[in-house]
């Protein structure tokens, strides 16, 4: 079979760019011990009204300068809806939902978490380092008033 010198040249690029990626692909695995997301914890979402921390939504002091922020998701509607926390705080959030799928995306910060039935999903080191109102909107479909999803944290 005759192959065209510029197949050949493009087959060959092709394979070093692939080796490449495969290279930098296992290097990230070996030796930054990148891997997938785990859930923070596993919960059943059945008792997650009953269950610690999630029977008491909302802020909770746990040191000095430390806070976590307990969120239940339910279509549609965040527990709590609105919250105030103090500027500057180190805040922690751990989050699940008691029926589908939601999204967590916070304005003006990088949180952008999934909530998923039987998980608990954890935010750490969320600090804000500016008074004001942030929006915490839904951003997966769960329904037909998912965009009316959405909660209030205030921060002073
Ligand atoms: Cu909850 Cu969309």
């Not at 959030?93 to 304005?107: N, P, S």
């Not at 999903?121 to 004001?132: I, K, R």
Request: net charge negative; hydrophobic share 45%; aromatic share 8%.
């Amino acid at each position: 079979m005759e192959v065209d010198k510029y197949e050949k040249v493009w087959m060959s690029v092709t394979a070093v760019f692939l080796a490449f990626a495969a290279g930098t692909l296992i290097w990230s695995v070996v030796a930054h011990r990148a891997s997938l997301p785990e859930p923070a914890g596993r919960i059943d979402p059945e008792l997650v009204r009953e269950t610690a921390p999630f029977d008491t939504p909302g802020l909770i002091q746990t040191g000095d300068n430390t806070y976590d922020l307990v969120y239940i998701a339910q279509a549609w509607q965040w527990t709590p809806q609105t919250v105030t926390v103090p500027k500057d705080a180190e805040i922690t959030i751990k989050a699940t939902t008691v029926d589908v799928l939601h999204g967590m995306k916070i304005t003006d910060t990088n949180v952008n978490v999934m909530m998923i039935p039987g998980q608990i999903s954890e935010v750490t080191d969320l600090v804000f380092d500016e008074a004001g109102t942030y929006q915490l909107v839904c951003h997966e479909y769960c329904g037909i008033q998912h965009h009316l999803m959405g909660a209030e944290i205030i921060v002073e």
